[in-house]
């Protein structure tokens, strides 16, 4: 049953494939964007339940005031402990995704009212956390392991080691790939991934069309 738009696409990669890049150069082309993990990051700093579950899982110095009475988070503490702790992770997310999927949906209706043909849902753990069920593609972004880490270590990420752990928690690309709808390979420049970012748009807006009744 066609329906109307916008056409919902996530966008997942590893961390440093350059899905942030690749989701910046579709809202610059004129999609609507919905940052998944930079919500979640205001999540739990806004949202009182959210404070609430974290506070239980951590403990209440977990949170902390900065300089300006504003509310900070103990994210590099929360990081060590889940990346050691699978079930204190799936607690984590079980907390915070149902809420960051109220928020997507809110974009949603608000991507319908501003009568955008695509909104891009861009999620580091789309699947994980159960997200490819609210889309209607998905996109992988990929790139080489090594070209990876050193992009995470020139973004001040961490040292070599600590990215290769964090990239050892996440589902490696093959996994991704095999996922995929529709996959890009960042192996070059900006200049050439803003290029495979326009042939994607092509490819996605003829795919709404299909899917959202022009065809």
């Not at 998944?36 to 977990?62: C, H, M, T, W, Y």
């Not at 300089?67 to 103990?74: E, F, I, K, S, V």
């Not at 209607?136 to 880490?149: E, G, Q």
Request: hydrophobic letters at 40%; a neutral charge.
């Amino acid at each position: 049953m066609r329906r109307t738009y916008p056409f919902l696409v996530g966008v997942t990669g590893g961390l440093g494939s350059g899905k942030s890049m690749v989701c910046r150069f579709l809202s610059e082309m004129g999609c609507g964007l919905f940052e998944s993990d930079r919500v979640a990051k205001e999540l739990q700093l806004r949202d009182p339940e959210v404070i609430a579950g974290i506070k239980g899982l951590f403990g209440p110095n977990i949170y902390s005031f900065d300089g300006d009475g504003a509310l900070a988070l103990d994210r590099k503490k929360i990081a060590l402990t889940v990346f050691s702790s699978p079930d204190t992770l799936q607690k984590l997310n079980a907390l915070i995704h149902p809420k960051v999927f109220d928020e997507y949906c809110n974009a949603v209706q608000d991507a319908r009212q501003r009568g955008l043909k695509i909104l891009v849902k861009e999620a580091a753990i789309l699947f994980e956390s159960g997200g490819e069920r609210g889309v209607d593609a998905v996109v992988v972004v990929v790139a080489d392991n090594l070209i990876r880490m050193e992009r995470a270590v020139r973004k001040g990420m961490g040292t070599p080691e600590e990215i290769r752990q964090r990239m050892l928690t996440q589902w490696p690309q093959e996994r991704l790939i095999a996922k995929a709808d529709y996959l890009l390979v960042n192996k070059g420049s900006l200049d050439e991934l803003k290029k495979e970012t326009e042939r994607l748009l092509h490819t996605l807006l003829a795919a709404a069309a299909v899917v959202c009744g022009e065809l």
